[in-house]
């Protein structure tokens, strides 16, 4: 067996989090976008989803195959049954996961694919769990953030009579365990949008008091000693209707980064993640979320010269994270999403939805690509 | 007005374009600044104080030196706000 290549630039990388839903769309196309288009990559994207209209999967201009994977509720065992069907295809170098409720899954089969040569920088169960919304404000503790309290609820009721005494007052943020947040302003509306959170995402719903202010956001790579790399800091300026970023802009908020930098320190982080922060009225930060991947605005990384997929694809290869140069931060520099049709013929779209496994015939040359 | 450390550090973060336009990189808040205001913030991010402002805008826009203090510590305020 040959010895596996260091260079990351000819690696075969499976991402997933390739639905592209425009009011919040998934990282996968945004990372692959990022590994596309970083200076001398010429391997092979590979992407993985959980639906055949995850439009990701259909981008031929930067991915190569597509291949469904098992729900994450099938759990482990049937994940790596899954991923060793897509070996057996096509080998791969490593594998991105960039949705949060997969990544129970992949830390369990993370050892099992590292002996199949497949890397992942991902943190351990302890250190996911340690970021959980409900334990962020053990965490802000720690790490010297403030951070909203959180409570835990598997009855609406709550929100009928407020124990104002305890500092509970409207409005307040009712929140999924993994994705959603909402903004309510009443118990009618709170308990609209329990229901809706306790349907998609189960108990417990989480609710927080509501601060108003500026979020901040702030995507890096951790490098498993508490250390920080390649931090790009984004303000956002428009959002839809699910409060996610459709445009934003690079910041340097140094108060932004050295809150980062005590997290990571607390939490001793492996791989990507997002913090999700907002500036009060008063200039206090408070930690919202932190998010175990990257982000959806990632590619914003690639366009203020901070290619952060390529350099996690770097630290996998080998490289110490000090050795890692970044350019400067670009303040200034702003993406604005827009949504773009993928014109798929249907043949396509049953043959992933039967076998589960896509390929697009394409010949990358340095330079050129044909898609057939 | 005493421009407070805190101040000076928050009025370097504004990069500032001949056009106008200043950008906080630290808040990503944007500003459109008229010409006198341009001039006038250059002098303090090189490390002036109000007096040297006051001063240069006397001498540019031949006014009395009481008006033109007035409108300096006016902008100053606004400024103070913005960048708070």
Redesign the interface.
Known sequence: MSRPSQDWRGWRVAITGMNAKPENPGPGAAVARCLREAPGYRGRLVGLGYEALDAGLYQRQRIDSGYLLPYPSSGAAVLLDRLDEILAEEPLDAILPCLDAELPNFIHVQAELAQRGVRLLLPDREQLQARDKDRLPALGEAAQVTTPRVRQLTDPRFFDALDEADGWRWPLVVKGVFYDAYVVHGPEEARLRFGQLAAQWGYPVLVQPFVAG?E?NLCALGDGQGGLVGAVM??K?ALTEKGKAWSG??????ELLAAAGRLMAALRWRGPFELEML?GRD?VLHLVEINPRFPAWVYLSHGAGRNLPAALLELLAGSAAGSLVFPPPR??VSFIRYAEEVIVDMGEIMRLSASGALTHATTRQAGTTTHH | MLITPELQRRLCDLSLQADGHAFDVRTGRGYSLNATAVESLRVLQQGGDSDAVVGMLVCRCNQHPVVVQAGVLHWLQQLEGCLA
Not at chain 1, 249 to 254: L, S
């Open positions: 500026e901040v984004m303000r300026l802009v690079v910041i340097d908020d140094p500036r200039g303040p200034g």
